[in-house]
């Protein structure tokens, strides 16, 4: 179910959505596919299918997302499973659309894959900051984290990745295609890092509300993340309360935000920008190295 301000957010989610599209657009049209650099993922696919069968990119981005879409429907939501569909649909028709339009780069290749991989991230990070999705890995990853918390899905990603470069080497039958490839998805990481704040970094959110049953509920089924009910006490009326605790990632916060709206407008929150989240449905605590 959408939220009440839908209509009042829509206009900046389609400006941030063409935004981050055009960006998006100019990192695969002018850098990667010209130089047969598949970045991995969808994307990857889509210069893949481009390069063999000459089909549009943006058709192959939008035609490889509906059976993820409809597993996003199935498990995650209409809620995202819309605003999804609609970044897709804007981002996959302005990638063929202003294709003609766009001059395509076929000097040093590796400046192809770093600007390329740049362009693309600075898209995706664009769109992600308004609390949609590009679609993609990003969907398997919240579905398996869904799913199964206990799965390491950052390196589920990097196979799916590598898969997608191993193809790219054997299709464009240069070794050299996948290695640029591998630049490019790194950079491209790095980049939606940087611009939401980090990979383990996310937001701490305190939620004092009557109907807080009802929002831990749907904070754990709607967004399959965790929630912790507080006992506190008001210091001026000493009356009992429950206070509602979880830890989201910096592009899920927008959700969360609205989901809370939703079931009490009248909501008091305190959030915190965190600079590391370790454990269920984040980065594996046994994974973290504290740099040695």
Known sequence: MLNRDWKKRL?????????GGIIYAVGLNCFCS???????????????FNY????????????????????????LGRSLTIY????????SVLVDVISPYLPAYTGDTILSALFG????GVG?????????????????????????????????IILVDAIVVVASMAVFKNIESGLYALISIYVIGSVVDTILGGQNTGRMVLIVSDRYTEIARDII???????????????????????????VRSTEYPLLRDLIKRHDPQAFLITSNVSEILGEGFAPLNEKNDGK
């Open 11 to 19: 206009p900046m989610d389609l400006a941030m959505d063409v935004l």
């Open 34 to 48: 010209p130089n047969d650099i598949a970045p991995g993922g969808v994307s990857g696919i889509a210069v893949i």
């Open 52 to 75: 063999l069968f000459e089909i549009p990119m943006g058709v192959s981005i939008l035609a490889l997302n509906i059976p993820l879409l409809i597993l996003v429907w199935l498990y």
């Open 84 to 91: 999804t569909l609609k970044t897709l649909l804007v981002q």
């Open 117 to 120: 991989g740049i362009a693309i």
């Open 124 to 156: 995706v990070a664009v769109v992600f900051l308004r609390g949609s999705t590009t679609g993609g890995t990003e969907i398997v990853s919240w579905l398996l984290q869904r799913k199964w918390p206990f799965l390491p899905i950052g390196k589920i």
């Open 221 to 247: 089924e709607t967004m399959g993340r965790g929630a912790t009910l507080l006992n506190a006490s008001g210091a001026y009326s000493g009356a009992e309360r429950r206070v509602v605790m979880c830890a």
